[in-house]
């Protein structure tokens, strides 16, 4: 039946299996309330079930733990009756618990105060003051009961014991207010006389602090004088409010007066410190958003060089034309209105944004100005080229097809000098535009005359006409994995039905099909050919070339294109125990780690960086926890130590949380024996299998086995979670 065992259960218990789920079933039902540990269902006595049935005792039955569960005594009856009810018994025995040491604590404080008024009576002393004197008088004995009842427990004392604490730090009041009484009156002549010298000091010593802090931090004369008058009043409040008045004169000794006084000038120098220190906060506030300012006008600045470039339809590389110059003008316009420093202190904040509005406002317009010519004087080039291209090639009799490969070669050309003079400049002006438009205007019409040329020349071979085969034109970029990782575009073909296009990559026995256009579903296919020319990370002579009659004709062939590969990728296994056989797999360096791209490419795993292929050979490799999460087919999670990729990965905590190195390694010697962790501290990241630590270490040079028992753990701060 449920709720009922037939034998003991626990340590040296019969433990028959059903009587085990029993009590494991009833145990689970107290964990939530009471912090006992979930146990399974199975009916498997084991360590944790006796440790849970301990806790039990102790916390809800309030036994010495004996480990075990007996049919028909307490543990077992506590246990059918479920924690709803040892929940309420428990609260009741703490509210009455409290409640006792609550009215004991009345009661004494109400009896410290009766004494105290009638020892004031006797002493001809002022009866209303009872209260006030009797807790001040009386605080360290007073607070004693109040620091020792916090610190007990329902159980720690039975309410006589309770109570007998309670009389003792009255009794032990009583005999300090009888002194304090007994001083009192002998000593009023004293403070009196005390309180008008430590009033004389206390002024002269808080103007001194004026003048001093004030000079120590800069600040001008008016300013010294304006924060003197503000702190003495207050001073002179502080003086009246905190020295006693004559009605409670008798309370004070020339030593309290000199406390007191001390207390006044802490508070005079806290107010001196007070007032200046706003001064300079708010210098400092006015300072950091100067500088926050400047920050944000620098970028707005390079956004409003992006948006300029982009709206005007100019080359990424121009913002830096059309930035450079105006940055250098926003950062002299903020140094000099930072030159000064005595002046912030009279300065706020809406003033540094108004400056700030009023310098981007000045720059914005010269910026827009330079975008505007550049784009215009961008056409006007790009027009009279065409203009002249037309007008030579008709001269020279051109065919239509040679005509529109040169005006193609021209305006690439022309694109190409503006993209690399434009962003050669680290700043101009419009008057600059006029020369880099001459510029490229002299370079493309050098380049057009080579191209006429030639053209020319074809043509007096016979080589020309709307049939003829000509050198058709490549273009070509590296891309991000997801564009896939190369980009290429050819035009220029001839009409020849029967030709091909082929790109070739590096090599002439390299050929790819991209008569219809190169996409990125020919990404397998152009890798199977980097892979067999053993091209990988290298710089690639990519070209393109038609045939005739089946065979590539030299007439056509591209000028070279030359594009970088991704890095070799990774062939083998995707594990923990797998990433070390591949021997060119190196560490490359803490926090510079790259991850392997989770989804295969002709079954192969390529490293990423950012949402590209890496490229670099040198960086074709792990660190430590990009070598964890790559394992794991991840590639986020990885931006702390691994906390993050814990969480990530769904780890769950096994009570190994920035525990000591003895700790770790008696934990991977026993519960964490078998099973997969991700393990950290502050410096380092690892996995550990079935008691195996798996790591991509700085100081192996790269992929490191060892067993976690004799690994080199840190002293303290170990963290491990159970994948």
Known sequence: ???????????????????????????????????????????????????????????????????????????????????????????????????????????????IEASAAQMLKKAGLPVNLAHDFAMSATAPPFNHVFIWASNLKPGDLTPEQIKQNANAS???????????????????????????????????????????????????VDKIEQTYAEVEKTVEASIKKIFPGEKDIFDYTPKDIAKLGQQVLKE??????????????????????????????????????????????????????????????????????????????????KDVTDFASKVMGEVEGGMKAIADEAAKKRSSVEKDLIKQIKAKANAMKLAANQVDEIIGDIGNFAEDQWDWLMGRSSGGDVKDIGKLAGDVAKEAASHMSDLLKEAEERQREGESGEDAKTPILLRGSEEGIKQGGFSFKVSGKSPDPKSKVLL???????????????????????????????????????????????????????????????????????SLKGLGADKGMIYTGNGKGRYLYTTPINGWYFLKYGPNFERDPKMRGFDCITYVGSANKTMAGMSGRGDGLASHLGAKKVNMEGVSKEDIVEFFKGDGKSGTYIAWWKTHCIAVVNGVVHEFSQSKGGFNSKAAASYGWPKTGNYARKL
């Not at 430590?198 to 004026?210: F, H, M, Q, S, Y």
């Not at 991209?514 to 690639?540: C, P, R």
């Open 504 to 574: 070739i990559v590096g090599k002439p026995s390299l050929q790819l099909d991209i008569t219809k256009g190169f996409s990125k579903a020919q990404m397998v296919e152009l890798f199977k050919l980097i892979d067999q020319g053993n091209l990988w990370s290298s710089t690639i002579d990519f070209y393109a070339i038609e045939t005739t009659d089946g065979k590539p004709d030299k007439r056509t062939k591209s000028k070279t294109l030359s594009l970088r590969a991704p890095v070799a990728p990774f062939k083998g296994t995707v």
């Open 170 to 220: 009255v009794k032990d009041a009583k005999r300090t207010i009888e002194t304090f009484v007994a001083d009192a009156v002998r000593k009023r002549d004293e403070v009196r006389a005390k309180i008008a010298e430590e009033r004389d000091r206390l002024l002269k010593a808080v103007r001194e602090e004026v003048r001093k802090k004030a000079k120590e931090f800069g600040m001008p």
């Open 1 to 111: 039946m449920a709720g009922k065992i037939k034998a003991s259960v626990g340590r040296k218990g019969k433990n028959l299996p059903e009587d085990v789920k029993t009590v494991q079933n009833l145990l689970n039902g107290f964990a939530s309330k009471f912090g006992l540990p979930k146990l399974k269902t199975d009916g498997v006595p084991d360590a944790k079930l006796e440790q849970a049935i301990g806790k039990f005792q102790q916390e809800v039955c309030e036994m010495r733990a004996d480990y075990r569960v007996d049919p028909g005594r307490n543990a077992m009856k506590k246990l059918v009756a479920g924690p709803a009810k040892a929940e309420a018994e428990r609260k009741a025995k703490e509210k009455a618990f409290y409640e006792t040491i609550r009215k004991e604590m009345d009661r004494a404080r109400a009896e």
């Open 268 to 349: 005079g120098s806290n107010h001196v410190k007070l007032v200046i220190g706003n001064a300079v906060k708010v210098r400092q506030m006015v300072l950091k958003t100067i500088a926050s300012q400047r920050n944000s006008t620098l970028n707005k600045l390079k956004k409003v060089a992006e948006a300029q470039a982009k709206k005007a339809g100019l080359p990424l590389k121009s913002v830096e034309m059309l930035y450079g110059k105006y940055e250098k003008i926003a950062k002299e316009q903020f140094d000099k209105f930072t030159e000064d420093e005595t002046e912030l202190f009279g300065m706020d904040v």
